[in-house]
């Protein structure tokens, strides 16, 4: 590639995901960690291990972490930097803020100039991609920094221990798509460029709703003939939606669609699937997410995705089903015998 890789990577967010991509790219690299807990990252420095998330990996000696988010910014600032932020969707808008505000009265070269979100999902309330909510935040700043998502099939427990995993880039920059992937591409961790960002984060956020249906699937023990059917059709609901909202139908069949739907629907490391196991079991949504211990973004998707699958007139029943389930005006037996009431139609 001809482009320098950035030399000074940051990520933002010491959760599972952060520490574990951290963790990744640290077996290249130097990478510096904030987490907004002062003493949860004292206690990291200190015992070099995130016991609240990953508490079997080690942080490896490249890794350095902090609490001081001026000081996090300013690693990741100027042209050969890089900025992860590794924060659910929650907390993005939050995130991208807090670099407008350190990067509003910098001079260019000073400024954080190359950013890409790792989260999946939508924005509560706004019912925003990923990309949009950054694109409101920087509107109107003169010299934003280049913006792209980075997704695909990836447990954090997996790729904290360094073990393959392929990714997606997404970015409308060619020349953020070249730097990001020659920063993070390595010998374990394998990145695969696209300007289709609206295609990359569709998938990345729906997959999460059809993860919950697998899940509940198999806690019924309905066997693997329903799993495949319910990962198929879903891949065509993911499809249908994604393409409405201006993504390329050729996405939904790479890491960020097909693959990313496969390991969430059916890895046992799946926070989404544990949620679909639980409720086929009978238990309580409030209290399954009580003590899931992390987020599970499909719980809140679902009710989105729906909306704009309504709003586009795109058939999704799966997803329909799964948000009546997690609003309580289902039984997993009636979404079930809902589903297999349907009238045929061609494939």
Not at 64 to 91: E, K, Y
Not at 107 to 118: D, H, K, N, S
Not at 237 to 259: K, Y
């Amino acid at each position: 590639m001809s482009s320098q890789p950035p030399r000074s990577l940051t990520v933002l967010g010491a959760g599972a995901w952060g520490t574990g991509i951290a963790c990744q790219i640290a077996a290249h690299q130097a990478v510096l960690l904030w987490g907004r807990d002062t003493a949860q990252m004292q206690r990291l420095q200190a015992e070099r291990v995130n016991a609240a998330y990953l508490p079997d990996v080690p942080l490896p000696p490249t890794l350095t972490v902090t609490a001081d988010l001026d000081a996090a910014l300013r690693h990741a600032a100027g042209p050969h930097g890089l900025l992860l932020l590794a924060v659910p969707v929650s907390g993005l808008r939050a995130a991208a803020q807090a670099v407008r505000i350190f990067n509003a009265d910098k001079p260019q070269g000073a400024r954080v100039q190359q950013l890409v979100w790792l989260c999946k999902g939508f924005e509560q309330g706004s019912g925003l991609l990923p990309h949009a909510v950054i694109d409101a935040v920087f509107a109107g700043m003169d010299g934003p920094p280049a913006t792209g998502a980075l997704s695909g099939p990836s447990f954090a427990l997996e790729v904290a221990r360094g073990l393959p995993v392929a990714l997606t880039l997404a970015s409308t920059d060619a020349a953020l798509r070249q730097s990001a992937v020659a920063a993070l591409h390595h010998g374990a961790m394998r990145i695969y460029a696209t300007p289709d960002v609206v295609g990359v984060e569709v998938g990345g956020a729906v997959k999460n709703v059809l993860a919950i249906a697998t899940g509940v699937s198999d806690g019924m023990g309905l066997g693997n003939n329903a799993r495949a059917a319910l990962i198929t059709r879903g891949l065509a609901e993911l499809s249908r939606l994604g393409v409405a909202l201006g993504g390329q139908v050729d996405t939904f069949m790479g890491l960020s669609g097909l693959g990313d739907l496969v390991l969430t629907a059916t890895g046992d490391l799946s926070r989404n699937r544990r949620v679909g196991l639980a409720l086929a079991q009978g238990q309580r949504l409030d209290h399954i997410v009580a003590t899931l211990g992390h987020v599970a973004e499909g719980v809140h998707t679902a009710q989105t995705a729906l909306q704009l699958a309504r709003a586009h007139r795109v058939s999704m029943p799966i997803t329909e089903a799964v948000s009546r389930l997690l609003d309580g005006k289902l039984t997993p037996q009636a979404a079930l015998s809902g589903l297999l009431q349907r009238q045929p139609r061609g494939e």
